[in-house]
T-cell receptor, first 113, second 115 residues
Framework: AQSVAQPEDQVNVAEGNPLTVKCTYS??????LFWYVQYPNRGLQFLLK??????LVKGSYGFEAEFNKSQTSFHLKKPSALVSDSALYFC???????????FGTGTRLLVSP | DVKVTQSSRYLVKRTGEKVFLECVQD?????MFWYRQDPGLGLRLIYF???????EKGDIPEGYSVSREKKERFSLILESASTNQTSMYLC??????????????FGQGTRLTVV
């Protein structure tokens, strides 16, 4: 079965420090991977996606993600965290042959001033 | 600007009521989805539709049904609401065909409480 795992329920980081939110995946065939962010009482907003090509993908709000095929990972990164980055982050994979997305359980990012 | 609109932000319903959650998208997308979001469980797919009048069960369809009479509208129906259906419900849409790399666009969510 195709799935994604987010091993950390919460990540704490100080403002200005780099942040990493982890995601690993399990798929058959080529992976199509996505990151979404959710602010309180809101829907999900698309951040970035990996389809093919460069392993480092750049997205919205200064976020980037590194695709690592050997480690089956797609970690979300940002060089310098902002307090306003505090939110819930979801990793997702598109299921081969279908249009639906399978989501991880989410990681809450808390950036302290 | 792309838009997925859910008819209600907050709903409170009584056990046993029939509940309708409505979702409209203006992007002419073929695919539409209903997810529920619960703490610690992430997003779980209830139903999705890849065309008008077409639907597929997701991972947790029990207790739910859907309707897609028009391309832009996808309704989730709770036939007889129960307290374990208290949750955040998210609608999404995406392009279709062989395009595997398109992202889904989400509505703002409906927080349903069943009392």
């Amino acid at each position: 079965a195709q799935s994604v795992a987010q091993p950390e329920d919460q990540v704490n980081v100080a403002e200005g420090n780099p942040l990493t939110v982890k995601c690993t995946y399990s798929v058959s065939g080529n992976p199509y991977l996505f990151w979404y962010v959710q602010y309180p009482n809101r829907g999900l907003q698309f951040l970035l996606k990996y389809i093919t090509g460069d392993n480092l993908v750049k997205g919205s709000y200064g976020f980037e993600a590194e695709f690592n095929k050997s480690q089956t990972s797609f970690h979300l990164k940002k060089p310098s965290a902002l307090v306003s980055d505090s939110a819930l982050y979801f990793c997702a994979v598109r299921v081969s042959g279908f249009q639906k997305l399978v989501f991880g359980t989410g990681t809450r990012l808390l950036v302290s001033p | 600007d792309v838009k997925v609109t859910q008819s209600s932000r907050y709903l409170v319903k009584r056990t046993g009521e029939k509940v309708f959650l409505e979702c409209v998208q203006d992007m002419d997308h073929e695919n539409m989805f209903w997810y529920r979001q619960d703490p610690g469980l992430g997003l779980r797919l209830i139903y999705f539709s890849y065309d008008v009048k077409m639907k597929e069960k997701g991972d947790i369809p029990e207790g739910y049904s859907v309707s897609r009479e028009k391309k832009e509208r996808f309704s989730l129906i709770l036939e007889s609401a129960s307290t374990n259906q208290t949750s955040m419900y998210l609608c999404a849409s995406s392009e279709t065909g062989t395009v595997m790399n398109t992202e889904a666009f989400f509505g703002q969510g409906t927080r349903l409480t069943v009392v």
